[in-house]
């Protein structure tokens, strides 16, 4: 292989396998303004005090992709997930849902779109 195919080779198994969302959110502000940045995020829910839902721009390609997460304070957990969404808790010391001010999600998996 020639070095241009090298590039070329390694540019799509990025493309396919690479980060296909992001988004990094502020829980204590008001739903309009919780999105700090991401990427292939088309909006976000807040359905409560620590239960956010990810409304992906681009779908993934099945429900079956990978999604990891930290928060500033509390623990963060998925709790379900389709092709078009991510739904992610964030919990206190107590187990109870709670807002936090810094919460970060990626996302990994076929996503045919990107």
């Known amino acids: 292989?020639?070095?241009l195919e090298d590039i070329r080779a390694l540019s799509k198994l990025v493309r396919l396998r690479g980060i296909k969302g992001w988004i990094q959110w502020d829980g204590?502000?008001?739903a309009a303004d919780m999105?700090?940045?991401s990427y292939n995020v088309?909006?976000?829910?807040?359905n409560g005090a620590g239960d956010?839902?990810?409304n992906w721009q681009y779908d993934f390609d099945s429900n079956d992709y990978a999604v990891a997460?930290?928060?500033n304070t509390y623990h963060t957990a998925i709790q379900g997930m389709t092709g078009a969404t991510t739904q992610i808790y964030t919990r206190d010391v107590n187990h109870?849902?709670?807002d936090c001010s810094q919460i970060c999600i990626i996302a990994i998996g076929d996503n045919s779109n990107l």
Do not use: C, P
Request: aromatic content about 4%.
């Open 42 to 46: 088309d909006s976000m829910t807040d």
């Open 35 to 37: 999105i700090q940045d």
């Open 28 to 30: 204590s502000q008001a």
């Open 69 to 71: 997460g930290l928060s």
């Open 96 to 98: 109870a849902t709670a």
């Open 1 to 3: 292989m020639s070095l």
């Open 52 to 54: 956010y839902t990810i």
